[in-house]
């Protein structure tokens, strides 16, 4: 790999909420009293820092991973030394304070020394490298994985014309066991199995005592837990997605971490690491379907296929989606869709159209006259889930391609009657008229694994696989071996398959 300019003990901290936003920093630090104090995380940089910006990846799809000399390229942005980025309230961090995070770490740990395989982002690489573990701060959690499903989220990593000053694990999540626990670690001991979740959950913050577990504000600055066998730090907790997971050994701070006891296969587990766990949340715990209600659902990728199967469950009448992807509509009909459309069929408004002919809202005809009198019939579903994503890899050959130039958002909310819940957890392109939010009644909602407690939500959901209401096994497109890792996130990022998981058993 390139030369590490600084290769002593570091601390990186992550803001912002989207690739383009992401700031990497070295020298950062917080306590978790500060942050349980301020209900917000600040992060301070004592090093060069990176703004990974979104590029098209197209034109990297085929760059091969490994060693290279490393040049940042013409026009690189970075931030000076000492520049502090707040989440929210935060206060300013010394780079004593940062120091003493540091000197944290556990004089003794068992799993120090230990090396593994894993994927490492770093510079202008994605190369497989083995890393020797450091040892851990008594608040981590040391967990050997067992399967991971390879989220659309990353598809950036594979953009090497992107740089990367720190060097980072890539993916995130995980389903594994626990081989070792900090001194500080309440939550699980070692052999416990567990879900390393695309989303913190103290239970101790502002959030959390709210009920508001998605929103949870403990981004506890992340120590550098392994070396490369040139010393370069790297880092497994990766910018924006938390705890990486493209790895056979995952770290985690212990709030990421929810304990499951359950005998399923890891793969089908890795279900609900990430995206088909939102969709299914949406549709459960955020907005929970009514029974007999419509819903469509933009987008049938794993987020959206979880929806479909949410919908499902909770009973509702029409199941609407909406994807170009042939396979993907087929097997929304088997997970639960009562209707598939491709918008490929029809106009950017005509689209909207088909939708509110499948849901009319029904006045009553006694087959003499129509009871106009108890209002004008109002068309739409009562939920719309927006699930799409922009296609930042090319497509398989062969996989079908989305209408350009369409305001997907403006569709997604024009498909509600008033009244209705629109959830976004994709990236749409468009937005809606503020005139038309005005006047509806309608409930925009958002985010990331939106409504979810995942300490709670997730051992329902693996109630509901072990039950056979939730169908995992059907979600998953194709499982990877660990050495297989680049192919998993093209195969995932190409849309040739719903899921890619890598299995480290």
Known sequence: MGENQNKSEGIMCICGDHPDQTRTFINAGLSRRQLLRGSAAAVLSGGAAAMLGQQALAQQAGSAAGQSSYTPPAGAQTFQEHEVIFWGRGEDVSEQAAAEIAAERQTSSRTAGMQFRAQV?????????????KPIHPLQVVIQNEAVQVCYSAAYQLNRSRFQDNAVVAGHGGVGRVIEVGSAVKRVQVGDRVIL???PNCGLCGQCLRGNGD?????????????????TPVYLTAPVMGPAGHSEILIADEEWVVPVFTDLPADELSMLICAPAVGLGITTVKHPIEVGSDAVIYGLGPLGMGAVQGARIQGAEKIIGIDPISYRRELAMQMGATHVLDPNDYSESGLVDAVMALTPDEVADNGSYKRHYLGE???????????????QYPHAPGVEMAPEDVNIFEQVYASVRPGGYVTSAGFPRGDVNSRLVAWSNKTISGGNFPGLNVLSDLPKFINLVERGMFDARAMIGRVYGPDQMREAMEGAMSREYLTTVIDFT
């Open 377 to 391: 019939r109002q068309h739409g579903a009562l939920y719309a889930i927006e699930a799409t994503a922009t296609s």
């Open 215 to 231: 929103n949870c504000v403990v981004r506890l600055p992340a120590l550098s837990s392994a070396t490369m066998s040139d010393g």
């Open 197 to 199: 979740s695309a989303t």
């Open 121 to 133: 982002s770093y510079q202008d690489s994605l190369s497989m490298e083995t890393l020797t573990l």
